[in-house]
């Protein structure tokens, strides 16, 4: 148990900040379970765990109520089922980024606020997934964006899908390499109470560069996503519906989708001197040569999905992507402005509120 700990090839068991290199949510839980009946049992034997090991142990419960959504479930990130876990205590700050690979913000605590995850870190190992820069969004009561999910352990073709990159809200390169032991670093961030931002960076397809910046605002709930990448000649962006979703509008440049009390607003917004062509956008639903379009919850369950794919062809890309959730019929529109190289100017309406942005072509939104 002490040897688990202390380095090794797969980092150890839990850092000092209490995540487990498992890298899934449902396992930190599971793992929780494991050491609150564990540590009795030590103890009964007459063995005594380091303090410092201690110290790891009882940051558990703090890892899993930042990775807890509105709904009382564990975002589904991982080798995860949809399940809530066993503490969910209530951490001191709304935002937390772990360096083993996780960041979870949210607007509140209560059962109406925004949740929002996003991976980094090390290679894919044990129970973690290609889930590299993916982003999960939970507002209005609901899922937005998943991931594909976790199905069980059988070794078929869909359990290699969602541990891809296409199972995940991610810009991918089709046709180009991915290596899975590449890792993605955060190279920085800016937190503030109503607005945080990252950027993050890897060389995982084909060793090209790829790099992702990610503004999320509570006032009003929306995500900017500004995804940059060369070394192809097509890009996508995959946004992976929850399956209460469903796409009702679609344009070049933009998909609507609805469920009961809530519409979202997926939208590529040109830059200065872009044109987006039409048919850019396109819907999959229930593919399965090849696998795309599923959410999978439980153990052997397949639910048909929307994902919404954003292509461009180019010798590299710049995809800025506006992700709005409003009541149903809310008005939304963008404007942008600025020179080619820029900066740029973004200027948001959400129903009778408007929220400004600086964007640099290096991908600093402010």
């Given at each position: 148990?002490?040897?688990?700990f202390e ?16 890298q ?7 793992v ?15 063995y ?10 009882v ?14 479930n564990l975002?589904?990130?991982?080798d ?18 772990y ?11 209560g059962?109406?606020?925004?949740f ?11 129970h ?9 969004y939970?507002a ?7 991931n ?7 070794n ?6 969602l541990r ?5 809200n991610?810009?991918?390169?089709p ?6 032991s ?14 945080q931002?990252?950027?993050?960076s ?11 910046s990610?503004y ?14 060369s ?5 996508q962006q ?14 070049s440049?933009y998909?609507l ?15 200065p ?30 639910i048909p ?6 292509t461009t ?20 529109a ?12 973004l ?9 400004s942005?600086?964007?640099t072509a290096?991908?600093v939104?402010?």
């Amino acid at each position: 148990m002490i040897a688990a700990f202390e380095p090794n090839p797969l980092g150890p068991a839990i850092d000092a900040q209490g995540a487990l290199n498992e890298q899934a949510t449902l396992y930190e839980d599971f793992v929780y379970y494991l050491w609150q009946h564990g540590l009795p049992e030590l103890a009964a034997c007459g063995y005594r765990l380091p303090g410092w090991i201690m110290a790891r142990i009882v940051r558990l419960p703090a890892f899993l109520g930042y990775a807890t959504q509105p709904d009382g479930n564990l975002v589904q990130i991982g080798d995860s089922y949809v399940e809530r876990p066993q503490v969910s205590p209530r951490p001191p700050h709304l935002v937390a980024v772990y360096p083993a690979g996780y960041v979870f913000g949210r607007s509140g605590w209560g059962p109406g606020a925004s949740f929002y995850s996003l991976r980094f870190g090390p290679r894919r190992q044990v129970h973690g997934h290609n889930d590299h820069m993916s982003l999960t969004y939970y507002a209005r009561g609901r899922n937005l964006l998943v991931n594909a999910g976790h199905t069980g352990y059988e070794n078929t073709p869909y359990r290699t899908y969602l541990r891809s990159p296409e199972a995940s809200n991610v810009l991918v390169m089709p046709g180009v390499p991915f290596d899975p032991s590449a890792p993605t670093s955060l190279v920085s961030d800016q937190i503030g109470r109503y607005g945080q931002f990252y950027e993050f960076s890897d060389t995982a397809f084909g060793g090209n560069p790829r790099y992702r910046s990610v503004y999320v605002s509570q006032r009003p709930d929306l995500v900017l996503v500004f995804d940059r990448a060369s070394g192809s000649d097509e890009y996508q962006q995959l946004w992976h519906l929850d399956p209460a979703l469903r796409v009702t509008r679609l344009g070049s440049s933009y998909a609507l989708a609805s469920a009961p009390g809530t519409d979202l607003v997926l939208q590529q917004i040109p830059l200065p001197g872009q044109v987006i062509p039409p048919g850019s956008t396109q819907v999959v639903r229930g593919q399965v040569r090849p696998y795309q379009g599923w959410v999978s919850r439980q153990m052997l369950q397949r639910i048909p999905s929307d994902v919404v794919t954003m292509t461009t062809t180019a010798p590299s890309a710049a995809m800025l992507t506006l992700i709005v959730p409003a009541a149903p019929g809310t008005p939304t529109a963008a404007t942008i402005s600025g020179p080619p190289g820029g900066p740029y100017q973004l200027r948001v309406r959400v129903g009778a509120t408007v929220a400004s942005f600086s964007i640099t072509a290096g991908g600093v939104i402010s």
